[in-house]
């Protein structure tokens, strides 16, 4: 499977914003020969826009979250499938952010991911460690911890993708080493074994947290990293665009 590149835009832009760097995408993915898949995750209100402009494009458009439930009285939130009638293939869940602002845990997490994959969606489950747990010798216990909580069992690889992003990592400019990715991304992999069996090796793990040019190309080069989820350098065409062309 090619690997993943993701653009996480979000709560960042207005809409102008948006369709802006939706067509600038769009204008380099009309050359082709890109060697990943490429996403972009709008804040909500863009989701449309974006997805008319790059729907004939390649560039795939996700959320950023969905509720667990299909419908119902959940004042501000948005279900999977009204990201799918808006174009979605994928969904972000469980990212750091969502579990620090909202309070959502691993049990959270997995309800989410099943009501994606009901409405259609991929969803991509974020975990990650925080600096503290690192340094206290745990972040490969928390790793394993939080796939085995917030992915749904007996899954299909092909419709899971998940993303290792170190708290400490996010939007700070201190990005893990590849020895620290490579590890990471191992730990994941054997949890997946017992999630998902035979097909975990199909499994896109994507590495998460400061990814920029400079970094990408030896990032996405170590074992088991299936591509990246980037948030700042989305923002950025040039950027974006640079992270997917460093893909092997
Ligand atoms: O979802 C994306 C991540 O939180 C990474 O954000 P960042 O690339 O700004 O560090």
Known sequence: MKPLIAGNWKMNGLLADATALAEDLKARAAAGGLACELLVCPPYPHIGPV???????GVQVGGQDCHNAGSGAHTGDISGAMLRDMGCSHVIL????????????????????????AAGLIPIVCVGETAAER?????LAVIARQVKGSVPVGMAAERLVVAYEPVWA??????????????????IRRVLVGLVGEGA???????????KPANA????????V????VGGASLKAEDFWAIATSCP
């Open 51 to 57: 997805a008319d402009i790059l729907s004939e494009s």
């Open 94 to 117: 469980g990212h750091s952010e969502r579990r620090a602002d909202h309070g959502e845990n691993d049990a959270v997490v997995r309800a989410k991911a099943e009501a994606a994959l």
């Open 135 to 139: 340094s206290a010798g745990q972040a």
């Open 170 to 187: 996010i939007g700070t400019g201190q990005t893990a080493t590849p020895g620290d990715v490579a590890e990471a991304h191992t730990e």
């Open 201 to 211: 090796e199909q499994v896109r793990i994507l590495y998460g947290g400061s990814v």
């Open 217 to 224: 190309r030896e990032l996405m080069a170590q074992h088991n």
């Open 226 to 229: 299936g591509g990246a989820l």
